[in-house]
């Protein structure tokens, strides 16, 4: 199949003249390459409604921020990019909509998928489908457990529980003495293997912590005073939180009123999800914080990410999170696999050339050089540091800065996840 | 009174609370003293109250005669559009008030430490249940309300305006939504769909308590709260699975509720 279609249907011819007017039109502002040929249809599959809606628009906004920066540079080999956006709801209303993304829109690949619910059944029908699908969070785990682990077309996030192992290695690091832990998340799979993996880390470094409270209130609960007396009852030396939406700034506010962190350390492996929520006024110095994969205020931050921190505050009036990260590695690197495939010939790939070129490719993204792994599992680092009031905003950063690779903190392809830790040499 | 199963409640919840947030911030920006931050708080949950006005005339008034299905789906369509308005408004982030929860400090209680704005909001409650009372046992409207409850047609007869009433009831119950949802914000985060988990929650409040009795709600969701807390101190897996199972015990053996009137 030929993805750049001779025969036009009617709103493709318009779409074209709408193009070709624009290339016109830009010629005579003289400004720089302009994309010639015709748009190449990019589907995006973003989360709009719910609690996961910032973080879907963190994805769709770093999307449209990418497609305005090669349309300007030229586009991809010459072809504007254009952005056809769905919304990631249920797995069944999403996977229609992936279809209908892949068969009516004729995209040539989708990015999107947030929620491992939707994206552990969209990975089969990518397959089926025979476009790639670059997913930006989700991915096609079982608990920790990988459910297509040589997938063709699709392409998974970093495992879901690899910030929890990248908090079980820092917690000994920052925290010495720490014999008894009490843990709080969400009542779905991302929470419960979360605390599962931080505490087999931890018993790696001290075999002798007693985890003393579990708790996993549901999704979007918006008052813990009761379970933060438990915490309190449980009088646990640290508590481990992997919150990451606004229930992780309901419990930091309401841990503040009662004084919690006064006696306990607190590790919060994602809450830099809403990192500029977290207030100074009630978020505590001395925390273990994770922003996932970006830390938009990295002091080693390149150009690209100074760029764009500026660019998504002066537009949004936000700091951006992690999740703008893994949307512009994703079409990025999309972009490199079609030049790359495309070879001096600078011919347009078929679909299966552009996912071989995906394989292994590396990029520069926001956060730094990223990766695809051989499986199809995104490479990168993880960033999480101790919470500092040392800054010019009002809510916390982190410093020092501590960043862990996937290569040391996700397990190898074909791995069992609690056999790959046991297996570590400390 | 209006025998309207209401569903839009949480959103009027959530209504309140953004407009809270907005409230504080714009006192803030104004240079306004932190301490009385909660005069402005509680005159924005107040006045977003007025939104009952428009949906009971605008959309409520045309279903009183219709079956609960039609009540039940109208007012769902709200909570839906009011989610989708709330984020196309302050955007799909949490949106939260700042350190102000822990502006009056904090004092020990029974070995507890406890903010004071929480004592604070409890009294507020107090003082709102007794003016309500007050209200419906006191006063001549509060009559008109319960002897229109009790049988519209005459309270019509006797020559009562309804739809003023109506009008009336249904702006002062959101105006207590938004209320609620204002006072609560300094605690926790504004967020889009906490409405529907408030739905849930006063679902099971008003079955166990009975419907249409203030004692009834008062005792169920005092019930429901020291319930939830005690189950995640003793065996937090019980948490949810333990009050929805005196709702089933409640709906099997007392329909009408611990306070609610025996059906006629």
Known sequence: MTPVDLHPSRRQFLTLMGTAAAAAAARFDARPAFAQGPPVKIGVLAIRAGIAAPVGAAGLRATEWWAERVNKAGGILGRPVQLVVEEESNPKDTVERYRKLVLQDQVEVVLGGISTGVTLALGPVAEDLATP???????????????????????????????????GILTPKYFKGIKTVAGIGND???????????????????????????????????????????????????????????????????????????????????????????????TPEGLLLGYNTMYFDD???????????????????????????????????????????????????????????????????????????????????FYQGITTHKNSYDFVTISP???????????????????WIGSWKI | ????????????????????????????????????????????????????????????????????????????????????????????????????????GQLQLLGATVPVYNLIVIAASLVIALSIGWLLTRTAFGRIMRAAADNRE???????????????????????????????IPATAAMSEMGIELIVEAFAVVVI????????????????????????????ELEMLLIYLIVIVVLVLRPRGLFGAAAA
């Open chain 1, 401 to 419: 800065v501590e960043v862990v690779s996937t290569k040391q903190a996700m397990k190898p392809a074909g791995a069992k996840l609690f056999d």
């Open chain 2, 209 to 236: 308590g009975g419907l249409g009795s203030m004692r009834g709600a008062f005792v169920g969701a005092l019930v429901v709260g020291v319930l939830r807390s005690i189950a995640i101190s003793v065996y937090p």
């Open chain 1, 299 to 381: 002091p080693k931050a390149s150009a690209l990410l100074k760029q764009f921190v500026r660019e998504y505050k002066a537009k949004y009036n936000e700091y951006p999170p992690y999740e703008c990260d893994h949307a512009y590695f994703d079409a990025e690197s999309y972009k490199a696999a079609v030049e790359k495939a495309a070879g001096a010939a600078r011919r347009w790939p078929e679909k299966a050339q552009v996912v071989k070129a995906l394989e292994g490719i590396e990029v520069e993204s926001l956060s730094g050089r990223r990766s695809w792994r051989e499986d199809h599992v995104q490479m990168c680092s």
């Open chain 2, 1 to 104: 009174m209006q025998k309207i199963f209401n569903l839009a409640c949480g959103s009027f919840y959530a209504l309140g609370a953004y407009v809270g947030v907005s409230a504080v911030a714009w006192y803030a920006d104004a240079g306004g003293p932190p301490a009385l931050f909660v005069v402005p708080l509680a005159l924005a949950g107040l006045a977003a109250g007025a939104v009952g006005v428009v949906v009971e005339r605008g959309l409520l008034r045309f279903v009183y005669d219709r079956d609960e299905t039609f009540q039940l789906l109208l007012t769902f369509a709200v909570v839906l559009m009011m989610e989708d308005a709330l984020r196309m408004i302050w955007g799909p982030s949490p949106r939260s008030t700042s350190g102000l929860y822990l502006t009056y």
């Open chain 2, 154 to 184: 005459m309270a019509e007869a006797l020559g009562v305006d309804m739809r003023r009433v109506y009008a009336k009831v249904f702006t002062l119950g959101t105006a207590l939504g938004t209320l609620g949802g204002a006072l609560v």
């Open chain 1, 188 to 282: 779905y799979s991302y929470g419960h293997d979360c605390w599962e993996s931080y505490q087999a880390v931890l018993k790696r470094y001290l075999p002798d912590v007693k985890f003393v409270l579990e708790l996993f209130p549901k999704l979007g609960v918006t008052d813990f005073t009761s379970h933060i007396a438990a915490i309190q009852q449980s009088k646990a030396d640290l508590l481990m939180c992997s919150f990451w939406s606004g229930d992780a700034t309901i419990i930091m506010k309401q841990a503040a009123a009662v004084g919690l962190f006064k006696t306990m350390k607190g590790v919060f492996t994602t809450a830099g999800g809403v990192h500029d929520s977290l207030k100074k006024e009630f």
């Open chain 1, 133 to 167: 699908w670059l997913s930006w969070d989700g991915t096609t785990q079982k608990g920790v457990e990988e459910t297509m682990p040589s997938p063709k077309w699709a392409f998974k996030s970093v495992d879901n529980e690899v910030e929890a192992i990248v908090a």
